[in-house]
């Protein structure tokens, strides 16, 4: 059974770091691109970055270039979100995904990680 | 990356169908074969009902389809049932190999 296990949400201040994990299991993890998506409360899901098999290649959103680093850890089967400068607009639920071939369609979803920026 | 436009309620009674329209442009869901359909319930993570525009993944309902014409798809939902009422989101690829969804469009049951 596929399952992909968030971790690492919390509150954090303005300007502040914190690094999601999402722990993959039940398939062949260095075989998928993986993907985070993130939903504000009470909002639509917003794609924010994505990662080929071995971490050579990733790209972001525009809202979060430049602050956000995702990498992955085929070793552990793990999935990472760095978040850096961290901002009120960033409050949100984060959810690791996994990405079908080719169109990378996400066919399986975490249960999400909540993130809150807040002094 | 502007989202892609959808419709922000849709509703019907048990057994009819509805289409829920989802707009891009030539750079997304006009420009490839790569959009996708999401149904998530309040408090759950989204769940992959159309990917490639009109393929199901295995599980899914046959009552669930989609397609697409130009720079708008669609998913249709035929004899419709209590438990479809959720939030559904489209998403496609991009000109910029980014991903870009919709604004999500929320399903009444009637």
């Known amino acids: 059974e596929v399952q992909l296990v968030e971790s690492g949400g919390g509150i954090v201040q303005p300007g502040g770091s914190l690094r999601l994990s999402c722990a993959a299991s039940g398939f062949t993890f260095s075989s998928h691109w993986m993907h985070w998506v993130r939903q504000a409360p009470g909002k639509g899901l917003v794609w924010v970055s994505r990662?080929?098999?071995?971490?050579?290649?990733?790209i972001y959103a525009d809202s979060v270039k430049g602050r956000f680093t995702i990498s992955r850890d085929n070793t552990k089967n793990t999935l990472y979100l760095q978040m850096n400068s961290l901002r009120a607009e960033d409050t949100a639920v984060y959810y690791c995904a996994r990405g079908l071939s080719p169109s990378e369609a996400n066919d399986y979803w975490g249960q999400g990680t909540l993130v809150t920026v807040s002094s | 990356q502007s989202a892609l436009t959808q419709p922000a309620s849709v509703s019907g009674s048990p057994g009819q169908s509805i289409t829920i329209s989802c707009t891009g442009t030539?750079?997304?869901?006009?420009?490839?074969?790569?959009v996708s359909w999401y149904q998530q319930h309040p408090g759950k993570a989204p769940k992959l009902m159309i990917y490639?525009?009109?393929n199901r993944p295995s599980g899914v309902s046959n009552r669930f389809s989609g397609s697409k014409s130009g720079n708008t798809a669609s998913l249709t939902i035929s004899g419709l049932q209590a438990e479809d009422e959720a939030d559904y989101y489209c998403?496609?690829?991009?000109?910029?190999?980014?991903?870009?969804f919709g604004g999500g469009t929320k399903l009444t049951v009637l």
């Open positions: 490639e525009v009109s």
């Open positions: 990662i080929d098999v071995d971490g050579s290649s990733t």
């Open positions: 030539s750079s997304d869901v006009g420009g490839y074969n790569y």
């Open positions: 998403s496609s690829y991009t000109s910029s190999s980014t991903w870009v």
